[in-house]
């Protein structure tokens, strides 16, 4: 089997990565000793290389600067060979696998036929004013801009999370109640079908959510940009209750 987690950037999903992974499903080549703020992400670096070659940015490209969906699938052959031989030669090498990187939100189009049926999708969202906390500093003279991009990004990345759903089975769970609710674990360990560790660190829970001035500046200049993020926040919210019901014992 193959698992594919999804997610923007700073929303969980290398808890879910790395408790996969600490089950032996193989998601990369993670260093073991290092933690999240040291830089282990536990992701796969082929993949995320080739998300980055579809959507032209590399490694030092800002992660608020790459929300656009890859709006065709490449027709380079030979990108298309790279990404069939990694599938190819990972399934040869492993019973289950598996990959996460933000990014995968705006290029799911072309792995899709790749990666073929045997794939098990779980996403993770985090409610949009706790990404926000994350990107924005106080005191800077680009915090407008910031902020907007901020939810711009997570709009757009959410956005082609639920557009997945709506043609393939997927786990999508919130990351707020993952980390507080047993119930949101174990209704993902069904779904997976298999006893996954619990690695959640409740002290380490960041960004809870401050509702500010300038957040709700943002949301309105959003809304008046034809991206309503409450409208979003609520259709993920509803889909995540479901996933739980459906998936509980």
């Known amino acids: 089997m193959i698992y594919v987690v999804l997610g923007m950037h700073k ?17 990369g080549t993670p260093e073991e000793n290092k933690n999240y703020d040291q830089g282990e992400q536990f992701e796969r670096l082929e993949t995320q290389e ?4 579809m959507l032209d940015c590399d490694q030092s490209t800002f992660s608020l600067d ?6 065709k699938i490449q027709s380079d052959p030979e990108l298309i060979n790279e990404m069939t031989g990694l599938v190819n030669d990972l ?3 492993y019973s289950d696998w598996g990959f996460k990187d933000p990014r995968t939100c705006l ?45 711009r990004a997570w709009y757009n990345h959410n956005k082609e999370i639920l557009a997945i759903s709506s043609r393939s089975k997927i ?5 707020t109640q993952l980390m507080l609710d047993d119930s949101v674990l174990a209704a993902l360990r069904n779904y997976v079908g298999k006893e996954i560790p619990d690695l959640r660190r409740k002290g380490l829970y960041r960004n809870h959510i ?40």
């Not at 929303?11 to 998601?27: E, K, P």
């Not at 790459?66 to 709006?71: A, D, G, M, N, R």
């Not at 786990?171 to 990351?175: E, N, V």
């Open 210 to 249: 401050h509702y500010t001035g300038l957040y709700k500046f943002s949301l309105m200049l959003m809304k008046l940009a034809g991206k309503d993020v409450e409208r979003l926040h609520k259709q993920l919210s509803s889909l995540s209750n479901k996933c739980i019901t459906q998936y509980s014992s």
């Open 50 to 53: 080739l998300n980055m070659t």
């Open 107 to 151: 290029t799911w189009d072309a792995w899709e036929p790749i990666l073929g049926k045997d794939v098990s999708l779980i996403a993770v969202w985090r409610h949009p004013n706790e990404v926000f906390g994350h990107y924005i500093k106080p005191k800077k003279w680009w915090l407008i801009r910031r902020a907007f991009r901020t939810l």
């Open 66 to 71: 790459v929300f656009k969906k890859l709006e």
């Open 11 to 27: 929303s969980g999903t290398t808890l879910v990565s790395q408790m996969l992974h600490m089950h032996g499903i193989n998601m």
């Open 171 to 175: 786990f999508l769970c919130d990351y």
């Open 91 to 93: 399934n040869a090498q």
